[in-house]
């Protein structure tokens, strides 16, 4: 489901009005899902990208749908100013600089395939987001991320290491789930 532009631009003023209830009171902004057409209250998957100068400054979010779309966005732009374990909590003289990217999931789906070269076959650079899993291990890559690693294998091998994995990791048990994502983002 597609979201229309006047959708698009609430759901980015809200992830930019809940980071800045954050830098205010220390906590997310709370969502009256009254407050909001039923498009925005629809269970989805989200992730909150946030970037100054083009650099990542904090990216969370959900690879799975547990709460309405204005929710998540609300809570998953906090955690990505204020939470994400890679920064520091986003000071008040940065946001002034932010640029806010949103992610809207599909519901990941198994990808079927017969060996590691086969899977690389199958990928979709700037379409796909993939996950991975090995064991207890996991990782995951936005489509956005085709953007600095747009070749297959290489965005595979990076992966890998996101899970926690050598690069050249390989084994039969290995799962990829792939799902697409909407992209907002402040122009």
């Not at 980071?19 to 629809?42: F, K, N």
């Not at 990808?111 to 650079?125: D, K, R, W, Y």
Request: with cysteine; net charge negative; hydrophobic share 40%.
């Amino acid at each position: 489901m597609l979201l229309t532009k006047a959708h698009q631009q609430c759901l980015l003023e809200l992830a930019k009005n809940s980071i800045q209830h954050g830098l205010q009171t220390g906590r997310p902004l709370t969502v009256d899902l009254a407050d909001y057409p039923a498009e925005l209250t629809e269970l989805r998957a989200t992730f909150v990208t946030l970037q100054i100068n083009h650099q990542l400054r904090g990216c969370i979010g959900m690879l799975e749908a547990v709460r309405p779309l204005a929710e998540d966005i609300a809570k998953n732009a906090f955690a990505a100013a204020f939470n994400d374990p890679r920064f520091a909590p986003l000071s008040a003289a940065e946001f002034a600089e932010l640029d806010i990217h949103l992610s809207i999931l599909t519901p990941a789906e198994p990808v079927s395939f017969s060996s590691e070269q086969n899977l690389v076959a199958q990928l979709q650079p700037g379409v796909d987001g993939l996950i991975l899993e090995e064991g207890r291990r996991r990782g995951t890559f936005l489509p956005s991320v085709w953007e600095s690693l747009p070749e297959p294998r290489q965005f595979l091998r990076h992966l890998k290491q996101k899970a926690g994995l050598s690069p050249d990791y390989w084994s039969d048990t290995i799962r990829i789930y792939r799902y697409r994502a909407e992209l907002i983002g402040e122009d």
